[in-house]
């Protein structure tokens, strides 16, 4: 069975740090690709950081670009989203998800999500 399970959420204060983790139980890591997605209360689901099967292609949104680092550990089947000096802005519920076989990570075609995590960033 193919499960994400996102761990490390928490609340912190604004400038703080926290460490996401996504575990991958039952993932043949190198068919997927995987992408953090962020939702915040009254507004949409969005794409926070994407990285290829390889590793070698990532994206970020510009929100985040220069704060958050997205990486992978496919020994540990573990994905990974560091992130630095947080804003109250990034306060969201953060998904793990998967998706097989591209290098890209569409929100509306991701095949596998996780149930979140709570981030709060306090001013």
């Known amino acids: 069975q193919l499960q994400l399970v996102e761990s490390g959420g928490g609340l912190v204060q604004s400038g703080g740090s926290l460490r996401l983790s996504c575990s991958a139980s039952?993932?043949?890591?190198?068919?997927?690709?995987f992408g953090w997605f962020r939702q915040a209360p009254g507004k949409e689901r969005e794409q926070v950081s994407c990285?290829?099967?390889?590793?070698?292609?990532?994206t970020y949104a510009d929100a985040v670009k220069g704060r958050f680092t997205i990486s992978r550990d496919d020994a540990s089947k573990t994905v990974y989203l560091q992130m630095n000096s947080l804003k109250p802005d990034d306060t969201a519920v953060y998904y793990c998800?998967?998706?097989?076989?591209?290098?890209?990570?569409?929100?509306?075609?991701?095949?596998?999500w996780g149930k979140g995590t709570l981030v709060t960033v306090s001013a």
């Open positions: 998800a998967a998706v097989a076989l591209i290098d890209v990570c569409p929100s509306h075609a991701m095949d596998y």
């Open positions: 039952g993932f043949t890591m190198d068919y997927y690709a």
């Open positions: 990285i290829s099967l390889s590793g070698g292609k990532i």
